[in-house]
């Protein structure tokens, strides 16, 4: 069985949203009192006492910009955690990060079309990934909460 990558927002990318995000706000980073909110900068939980902010993001139109795909009406944004400064990305070891409640991994064609979707259990196992990727028009798979619909990560074919 092949296994699969969570992808982080690329450092690049992160860079840009500390600046302005892609709804054109400047970041408006905050101390994080609590802790507990999943930052997809490193894909984890923020602990207490971090700087994190709430930015604006458009995961497929990034995807799109990088592969000429053209998703239309299904171009979204969305809010979602990021560190206020740099932070050294994920630990390796962390394969399907927020694995603690239910998922939705959604696909993604080479147009950047919907192509359906699949609930998955906690935690997201590589055979969700293997069910999406089966399919040959699939290009890439969302990893999406349940409860809000917010943008996790992303996995690619390959």
Request: glycine share 8%.
């Amino acid at each position: 069985m092949t296994t699969y990558t969570a992808r982080p927002i690329a450092p690049t990318v992160l860079k840009e949203l500390r600046t302005t995000d892609d709804a054109g706000r400047p970041m408006v980073p905050v101390t994080d009192d609590e802790g507990g909110a999943p930052l997809r900068c490193c894909l984890r939980r923020s602990e207490p006492g971090e700087r994190i902010a709430l930015v604006s993001y458009a995961p497929l139109r990034r995807w799109a910009a990088e592969t000429g795909a053209e998703p239309g009406a299904y171009d979204e944004q969305g809010p979602v955690f990021i560190h206020a400064d740099d932070c050294p990305g994920p630990n390796p070891t962390n394969t399907y990060p927020f694995a603690d409640a239910h998922r939705t991994v959604r696909r993604y064609s080479a147009d950047g079309h919907i192509l359906g979707g699949e609930l998955v259990a906690a935690p997201v196992a590589d055979p969700a990934f293997q069910n999406a990727f089966d399919d040959p028009a699939v290009a890439l798979v969302h990893v999406r909460a349940v409860e809000y619909g917010c943008f996790l990560y992303e996995v690619r074919r390959g």
